[in-house]
């Protein structure tokens, strides 16, 4: 979770944590509405945070889906090169070997 979703959804707690005091304390209700109020209120509170929280964990699932999707291709991408390089040494050292193979031929002839 980034540090905005979590200073976001802590303000949401805070704020609703006050509204509901400031409501018990400036009820012009009767106790009962202001206690079904509260409820109502919290309920609301509650609704609304698991939303945020569906939203948010959607997101990161997302974002880890689409981010190892991308490390997929590039560590696929990496081997192929990989192997193009290796094939690419693999030539050069037969060719080197070939090189020697036809000197040390040379060299045997002449001695």
């Not at 206690?35 to 509170?45: Q, V």
């Not at 929280?53 to 997929?72: F, Y």
């Amino acid at each position: 979770m980034n540090n905005n979703t979590g200073n976001t959804l802590l303000a949401i707690l805070a704020g609703s944590a006050i509204g509901v005091a400031l409501g018990i304390l400036y009820a012009p209700d009767k106790g009962e509405v202001t206690r079904k109020r509260i409820a109502d209120k919290a309920n609301e509170t509650k609704d609304h945070l698991t939303e945020n929280a569906i939203t948010l964990k959607d997101r990161v699932a997302s974002s880890i889906a689409s981010e190892k999707q991308s490390l997929d291709h590039r560590v696929e991408s990496l081997v192929s090169d990989v192997s193009y390089k290796t094939e690419d040494v693999i030539t050069t050292l037969e060719r080197k070997l070939a090189e020697l193979k036809a000197k040390n031929k040379k060299l045997q002839k002449t001695s």
